[in-house]
C-alpha cells in the first residue's frame, strides 16, 4: 500500500509540474556556419563571429568530420541499462527498441545526405534582438503566393517541415490551384537546431512572437499568416495575440483549447466530470492520461533543464531514447514510429540536436515557457482578435473537441478533423498539412 501511494504522490508530482508546461548567442565552429559562397571548411577551430547586423545572410552546413568521428566513437562506447522488467511501454522505451535504433545510428546512418537535403533549399542567417535566428525560405514560383512562417516544436526541428515545402509552395504539382500556393519560411526557434543560444532569461513564446514579426517584415512581407502545433502552436498565439500589423491569420495543430473549469480537475486526474459530450470526455481522458503517465519528460524540463541537459549534452543513446520515446507515443503509429518515419528521418532530427548540442537549451525553453500549453485561459485565446483556424489529427496528444475550440477562440473560422496524422502533422502526413493550409487560410488572403 505504501509503494502504490508513493506512486500516486509522484504522479501528483508530475502533474502539477507540467500544469506549467507540455511539449541561441552560440559561435558554432566554423564548419557549422559559412556563407553559402565560402568554401567547404576542414578545420575544427574557431570561427571569425559575423557582425551582428539586420542584414540576412547566405547560410550553408559543413560539420567537421572530427564531430562526426566522435559521435560514432561514442555510440560504439555505449553502456546500456539493464532490459526493463515489464513487457509494454510503462516503465519507458523498451531497451531493444532503442539499441536498435542507436546501432543503426553509430554503422549505417550518414549525416551528410541529411546536410545536403539541407543546402540544396535556400538557407539564410539574420540577427534578430541579439540573437541569430538561422531559417529556410522558400519563395513560390506563382504570383501572389501567401507567406506563411511555419513554427515546429520540441523534439522537432525545421526537419518537419521539409516534406510539405513542396505541397505548399508548389500546389498544382500536388492537386491544388495556383492561387492556393504559400511562400515558405521555416525558422529554428531560438536553442533549437542552427539558431543562437540565448545567453540572457526571456526568450519565451511572447519574445519568439516578436522576433518572427521582425523575421517576416525584414524579409519584405507586408502581410503573412503563421502556422504551428507545440511550441509552435503557442508562439502562433501570442503572435495572435499582439495582432502585429500584416497578421491575417494563424492556424493550429495542437490548439489551447481546455476550459479553464477544467484544468484543475485534468491535472489532478480527477474523473471526469458529469455533462461533458463523448468527444468532450475523450479529450479530458486522453489529457489526464498524459499528465499522469506520460509528462514526467516535460515536468523534468519545465523546472531542471540544465540538468537534463547534462545527460543530453553527453549521451548520444541518452539522448536518442529521450526524443525516439516521444516520435512512438505522438506519431500516428501505433506506437511504431518505423511506420510512418525512416530511421534515417528520426535519426537526421536526433543527430541535429546532437550535432549543435541543443539539449539544454532547447529544454529551456520549457522553463521560460513555465505555462499549460493546452489551457485557454494559460494561453488567454480570448485575447486573439484575428481569424483562427485549427486541424485536429487523430493521434495528437489530445484532440480538440469543436465546441471548447469554439469557446477558447471567439474568431476561430475554420475546424475540421482529419483522419490520419498525429502529433509531427506536417512530417507524417505533409499533402494532407497543405490541404488544411489551403482551406484554412484561402478566406484571409
Known amino acids: ?236 498565439d501570442a503572435l495572435a495575440r499582439q495582432a502585429p500589423k500584416g497578421l491575417l491569420g494563424i492556424h493550429l495543430n495542437m490548439p489551447a483549447t481546455v476550459p479553464g473549469n477544467l484544468t484543475k480537475a485534468i491535472n489532478s486526474g480527477d474523473p471526469a466530470p458529469a455533462g461533458l459530450s463523448a468527444l468532450e470526455r475523450d479529450a479530458y481522458e486522453s489529457l489526464s492520461t498524459f499528465f499522469g503517465r506520460n509528462a514526467a519528460y516535460g515536468a523534468v524540463m519545465v523546472t531542471r533543464p540544465q540538468t537534463i541537459g547534462y545527460s543530453l549534452s553527453d549521451s548520444p543513446s541518452g539522448l536518442a531514447a529521450w526524443i525516439y520515446e516521444k516520435f512512438a507515443q505522438w506519431s500516428d503509429s501505433e506506437g511504431i514510429p518505423e511506420r510512418v518515419f525512416s530511421k534515417d528521418e528520426m535519426l537526421n532530427d536526433i543527430t541535429l540536436y546532437w550535432l549543435t548540442n541543443t539539449g539544454a537549451s532547447s529544454s529551456r525553453f520549457y522553463w521560460e515557457n513555465n505555462n499549460n500549453n493546452f489551457s485557454s485561459d494559460a494561453q488567454k485565446t480570448k485575447e486573439i482578435k484575428i481569424p483562427v483556424a485549427i486541424s485536429v489529427f487523430p493521434k495528437e496528444i489530445y484532440q480538440a473537441p469543436e465546441s471548447w475550440s469554439k469557446e477558447a477562440y471567439p474568431t476561430l473560422h475554420y475546424y475540421h478533423r482529419v483522419d490520419m496524422g498525429g502529433h509531427f502533422a506536417a512530417w507524417e502526413q505533409p499533402q494532407l498539412f497543405a490541404e488544411e493550409l489551403r482551406e484554412a487560410f484561402r478566406s484571409v488572403r
Open 1 to 236: 500500500m505504501k509503494k502504490f501511494d508513493n506512486i500516486l504522490a509522484w504522479r501528483r508530482l508530475a502533474r502539477g509540474a507540467m500544469v506549467m508546461a507540455v511539449g541561441p548567442m552560440l559561435l558554432f565552429p566554423a564548419g557549422y556556419l559559412v556563407p553559402a559562397s565560402a568554401a567547404d571548411v576542414t578545420s575544427d577551430g574557431p570561427a571569425t563571429p559575423i557582425e551582428a547586423d539586420e542584414t540576412i545572410r547566405p547560410f550553408q552546413i559543413h560539420v567537421p568530420q572530427s564531430q562526426l568521428d566522435d559521435l560514432r566513437k561514442r555510440i560504439a562506447e555505449a553502456r546500456w541499462p539493464d532490459k526493463e522488467t515489464v513487457s509494454d511501454t510503462s516503465q519507458g522505451i523498451q531497451l531493444s527498441r532503442v539499441q536498435d535504433l542507436v546501432r543503426y545510428w553509430g554503422t549505417d546512418y550518414d549525416w551528410r545526405k541529411a546536410e545536403a537535403e539541407l543546402n540544396a533549399l535556400p538557407e539564410f542567417i539574420t540577427t534578430i534582438d541579439g540573437v541569430d535566428i538561422q531559417f529556410i525560405h522558400v519563395r513560390s514560383r506563382h504570383p501572389n503566393a501567401l507567406p506563411v512562417i511555419l513554427t515546429h516544436g520540441w523534439p522537432g526541428s525545421t526537419f518537419e517541415f521539409i516534406k510539405a515545402i513542396g505541397p505548399l509552395t508548389d500546389p498544382t504539382a500536388y492537386g491544388g490551384k495556383a492561387e492556393d500556393a504559400f511562400d515558405v519560411v521555416i525558422p529554428s526557434i531560438p536553442g533549437y537546431g542552427f539558431s543562437g543560444k540565448p545567453t540572457e532569461l526571456g526568450w519565451g513564446p511572447d519574445r519568439v512572437a516578436r522576433a518572427w514579426d521582425i523575421l517576416m517584415k525584414r524579409l519584405g512581407y507586408a502581410h503573412y499568416v503563421s502556422q504551428g502545433g507545440d511550441h509552435g502552436s503557442v508562439i502562433s
